[in-house]
């Protein structure tokens, strides 16, 4: 390849992720310049600054059709743009959340954490804006690797460093399976190029294949599930969201979560979209039973867990574990609807999900311990604290007039839609009337338990803006869904997610 | 006629063959580490203003070698009681089959070369990195803690000095555009590389005499200050084997400087009617001599400062180093 | 049988008996002993495919990174053999059906294996063809990889490095 063709492509289509690349080299070195006991605190305003302008940046490329460099090893498409708004959003506003976290100033949030959050965000971003084999398997492991540091980094805690260390097994582990069934891809069809593969799979030599090529994808499928902690790699989550710092936890939660989804969509179904399975149907819809397995069972699990605990940091890890559960039924089901149900439902995740973090940090530093007692009386104490948090939660529940009831809506439509899927459906039905129970125990704590201890929680900017941010979208987004289906729509071509470029 | 032989279907007499030419290898490699031992004792002698050996085999003690190997083969071979005893055996062989193994690439002259190999400079760093594991497997087998802060100290001095090796001979490769040892010498018709990268060849050349572990970087087995290294424990034919492991090793060293900075086999302008071996044997015997002229010259440095040397100095030099060679490359060579 | 099938015989045998015993044996030096020749047999693996950059690569970081893991395995562990803990027979057993089932379900898959038309002259100027693609085609992949390594470096530099604080407190 000559460099003329090389210099040929557009490289400016790469802007946010150089932006992002950028603001994390330059903070790296304002770290290592600045006087050892200043604050690292107002680095965070810089990564903000540099998440906004990435974000710009995506607004301004909004309107370019397919662009790929070099086989797809980038590629600006409707689907990455899509959801690097997403990840974009989420991580500016966990920015917000960390500026705020003056508990762990002293060590957690020296400068590495923000600039590891951005390549953290770099990796997802790469993940979402690739069609090749290579690039996805190591945007997934910079997200990875960031994520295990960033973790542990709050290192005289015994918590945060037990779980960095069952992360790192639980993810090399994850890694391995991965690699194992992304082998047999490769193995098979001797492409990294997502379309390639996809055009190889129709060759009949390989064909013959055909129980292999279920057993990759199955390998595949269990090994990213790690990303987004459902059953059978769910078992990390709590141990991790309870013990990282609450910025990490919310960035594992939403932006890592999402960019799993991404993975998983991106690479199983375009590399799958055609392929035959063993019997006479095609593979996609013979492994539907097993995802809807996988997705069942995680929505019990989660669910079922999340009313015993005590600590409200594992209750929600538990609750997100049920969260991504609903999320891939969806997938299990694949149909039409699929993409704008697990998109919508992904955005709506993020405002309340971020924003019930965002509650729990500002409560929890105030009362020094992350036990659901903590909420006791908060109605009393903090009344507007109290009303946030009471929304974020009826929205996780799936109550009418939040987001999260516009996305359940759409993901059961897209249940019900191919027909033969009742019973997941009605197994969604029932964990989420189970969830009432734990979710509800939060607002009674807030509003009919007598406060232990006094005092108001008072509320700086940086969470005050996230709130009041999430507050909206929540609202917004369940009142008026169709300014973001609308949007979606506009932006989003199925045609151009399952076409190679020309 | 290797070229004829590999061609050609296997069966026994390859086999048989093949053995041989490895066999008489080993003999030229055990006898220039007789000599190598004897010379660098005869040359610290010298330098030292003493004698050196001149009892056993006339006057230059040319005898003296092999007397002291064969006092190390006729030693009682002793193994501690409470050392890990497979693995206290496997060590020694760990350590030295791999400086063996690494000589298979090297090409003396256009002829005289064993396997040529496309990436044989990447072959003998890699195998070369294997013995690292056979001296910590010895200090750990051996159940002594002197013997395993040694293997420590020799596998962290193995690990960091092995960073600028490899970094200094980018600049050759980025020359020759070739990881093939007979390319890189054809590359330096005109000019050795020790002239086009200066840097790379000062770099590697003291990252080589870490990775022997001689002096001044010679801590894994400083006999008079740190109770020697890993192989405190080993007696007889099992620390011979250490020491030939050593030996050898500078020999293959040697060769490989030769190879890549001084042009291996070709001649020195208009001395071209001496053979390429002969060349090779010169410019070999050079580098011998002057690693044994350093060892009788300089001190011992400590081991914090050999750390700080091989990650703050030689490690950003390299670097410097393959910069340079690409600019040159570019602006002379094009 | 041809001496490339009595080759690969030897060295697949070689690697899964270093597997084996890797998680077979209770101490650290020996696991990791395991592991080199299991890592070594793979790399004979290599060249016999022809991939010799591969092969050569893989002994070079794995020697490295072997060694690494050695320091640290004498290091971070305790050396009395006795303190492991007794696993459940019924534990062996579970997983023990799980590897025998996934070992058939694997081997059922591999039984009938068929590929396309090979390219057979990938191994000409192997190197050099590696080199190419992974600075053309790869290129992206390829410094995203450098992000990672630096991510990774700097976090094993802040999870191992010392506070100054607690450094003060030693010296108090």
Known sequence: ?502 | MIEHLLQSPPGWIHFLIFFCLGAILLAIVLGFVTYAILAERKVLGFMQIRIGPNRIGGRFGLLQTVADVFKLLIKEDIIPKLADRPLFILAPILAFAPSFLVLAVMPFSENVKFADIGVGLLYYIAVSGISAIGMLLGGWASNNKYSLLGGMRSAAQMISYEIPLVMSVIGVILFTGSLNLTDIVEGQKHVAYMFLSPIGFIVFFISSLAELSRTPFDLPEAESELVAGYHVEYSGFRWAFFMLAEYVYLFAMASLMTVLFLGGWNPIPFLGFIPGVIWFALKFSLIVFIMIWIRGTFPRIRADQLMEFAWKVLLPLALLNIFVSAAVKELFLK | MTGEMIAFFILALVAICGGVFMIHSENVVHMVVSLIFTFLSIAGIYILLSAEFVAVVQVLIYSGAITIIMLFGIMLTKHDPKSEKRIAKSRILAVGTGVVAFFIIMFLAINKLSFKQQDVELYVHNVKKIGIELYSKYVIPFELTSILLLVALIGAVVLAKKDESEEMNEHE
């Open chain 1, 1 to 502: 390849m000559e460099l003329e063709t090389i210099r040929s492509y557009d490289w400016g289509i790469m802007a946010p992720e150089l932006i992002i690349l950028g603001a994390a080299t330059i903070l790296s070195l304002a770290d290592l310049l600045m006087p050892k006991k200043a604050s690292r605190r107002y680095l965070a305003i810089f990564a903000f600054l540099g998440v906004a302008c990435a974000l710009v940046a995506l607004f301004m490329q909004l309107d370019n059709g397919v662009i790929s460099i070099l086989a797809d090893t980038y590629r600006f498409d409707s689907f990455s743009k899509a959801f690097k708004l997403l990840f974009l959003i989420g991580t500016g506003l966990i920015l917000l959340l960390a500026f705020d976290d003056r508990k762990g100033e002293r060590d957690e949030y020296r400068g590495e954490f923000y600039y590891l959050l951005l390549t953290a965000l770099l990796g997802a971003m790469m993940m979402a804006s690739s069609a090749d084999m290579i690039t996805l398997f190591v945007g997934l492991e910079l997200l990875s690797l960031s994520s295990y540091i960033m973790a542990g980094l709050r290192k005289r805690d015994r918590q945060s460093n037990e779980a960095a260390f069952k992360y790192v097994v639980n993810g090399g582990i994850s890694t391995a399976i991965t690699l194992f069934g992304m082998s047999y891809i490769f193995g098979l069809t001797g492409e990294t190029n997502l379309y390639a593969i996809q055009n190889a799979l129709g060759d009949p030599t390989i064909l013959q294949n055909q129980f292999l090529l279920v057993f990759a994808f199955l390998i595949t499928f269990v090994g990213l599930s790690f990303k987004i902690a459902t059953v059978p790699f769910q078992m990390w989550a709590p141990d991790v969201y309870h013990g990282a710092p609450i910025p990490v936890t919310a960035f594992l939660s939403v932006v890592s979560k999402a960019a799993g989804f991404v993975i998983m969509i991106r690479f199983l179904l375009v590399t799958f979209i055609a392929a035959p399975g063993v019997a006479e149907k095609p593979l996609l819809q013979e492994v539907q039973p097993y995802l809807a397995i996988l997705a069942g069972a995680s929505m019990i699990i989660g669910n079922l867990i999340a009313l015993r605990q005590r600590n409200i940091k594992r209750m929600f890890a538990y609750s997100s574990i049920a969260q991504a559960g609903y999320i891939l039924v969806p997938f299990a089901v694949i149909s039409g609807l699929m993409f704008e149900a697990v998109w919508f439902y992904l955005l709506a995740y993020l405002f309340m999900n971020i924003g019930v973090f965002a509650i729990i940090q500002l409560v929890t530093a105030k009362s020094g311990s992350t036990d659901i007692s903590s909420f006791a009386g908060l109605y009393r104490r903090s009344p507007w604290i109290a009303v946030c948090m009471t929304i974020f939660v009826l929205s996780l529940a799936g109550f009418p007039a939040t987001a999260g009831f516009i996305g359940k809506f759409g993901i059961f439509m897209s249940a019900l839609s191919t027909g033969a899927h009742y019973w997941l459906a009605g197994i969604m039905i029932a964990t989420t009337v189970v969830s009432y129970f734990y979710y509800f125990n939060v607002i009674g704590q807030m509003f009919f338990r007598s406060e232990e201890e006094a005092g108001k929680v008072s509320i700086p900017g940086g969470v005050l803006t996230v709130t009041a941010v999430c507050v909206i979208s929540t609202l917004v987004l369940g009142i008026l869904p169709h300014t973001a289906l609308e949007f979606f729509y506009n932006q989003f071509d199925l045609s151009q997610f399952f076409t190679p470029t020309k």
